[in-house]
T-cell receptor, first 111, second 113 residues
Framework: GENVEQHPSTLSVQEGDSAVIKCTYS??????FPWYKQELGKGPQLIID?????GEKKDQRIAVTLNKTAKHFSLHITETQPEDSAVYFC??????????FGAGTRLTVKP | DTEVTQTPKHLVMGMTNKKSLKCEQH?????MYWYKQKAKKPPELMFV???????INESVPSRFSPECPNSSLLNLHLHALQPEDSALYLC????????????FGPGTRLTVL
């Protein structure tokens, strides 16, 4: 089955800096890659996703890149703000299977 | 209405109690999911309902019993739980089983004494 690895497990940046979180997946049939943000005491919130026919997607300060050959995808947050502090989960999904999540990255943005 | 709601927010129960968790969505989604999340871990899939029929049960103990009364509602009945079942229980929904964009509710924080 699918195995998703996520790095780093913790990330601390200064406000205004960029943050990058990386994930790798094992199943070459995976074709959908969402990113979720989970704040303390809340459920995961879908913040951006990308499908396998696209290499990059951007939404304001957030972007996701996908390298199908290398089987890895990354979340990029620019101009970070304290409210970006949360746990971020990547996931991978292939048709007929269910989503597999990475272990999560705790991002802290220091003011 | 673009959200998934869950009740209660918090639940404390003894090992002999019977309780239920409820989930509701009015987005017209036909697939609904139960996940269990332990502290500092990712969500783990428990059950999937597609068009009100159970399609996946990820080897969950029988003390957890899901129910999907209609396309908008999902319940999780709890009976004779163990302290290790304490976790955040998350409900999610998607347009269909093959429509993979899932939206999560806020979760129910369950504590088993």
């Amino acid at each position: 089955g699918e195995n998703v690895e996520q790095h780093p497990s913790t990330l601390s940046v200064q406000e205004g800096d960029s943050a990058v979180i990386k994930c790798t997946y094992s199943d070459s049939a995976s074709n959908y890659f969402p990113w979720y943000k989970q704040e303390l005491g809340k459920g995961p919130q879908l913040i951006i996703d990308i499908r396998s026919n696209v290499g990059e997607k951007k939404d304001q300060r957030i972007a996701v890149t996908l390298n199908k050959t290398a089987k890895h995808f990354s979340l990029h947050i620019t101009e970070t703000q304290p409210e970006d502090s949360a746990v971020y989960f990547c996931a991978a999904h292939s048709l007929g299977n269910d989503m597999r999540f990475g272990a999560g990255t705790r991002l802290t943005v220091k003011p | 209405d673009t959200e998934v709601t869950q009740t209660p927010k918090h639940l404390v129960m003894g090992m002999t109690n019977k309780k239920s968790l409820k989930c509701e969505q009015h987005m017209g989604h036909r697939a609904m999911y139960w996940y269990k999340q332990k502290a500092k871990k990712p969500p783990e899939l428990m059950f999937v309902y597609s068009y009100e029929k159970l399609s996946i049960n990820e080897s969950v103990p029988s003390r957890f019993s899901p129910e999907c009364p209609n396309s908008s509602l999902l319940n999780l009945h709890l009976h004779a739980l163990q302290p290790e079942d304490s976790a955040l229980y998350l409900c999610a929904s998607s347009l269909g089983r093959m429509e993979i964009q899932q939206f999560f509710g806020p979760g129910t924080r369950l504590t088993v004494l």
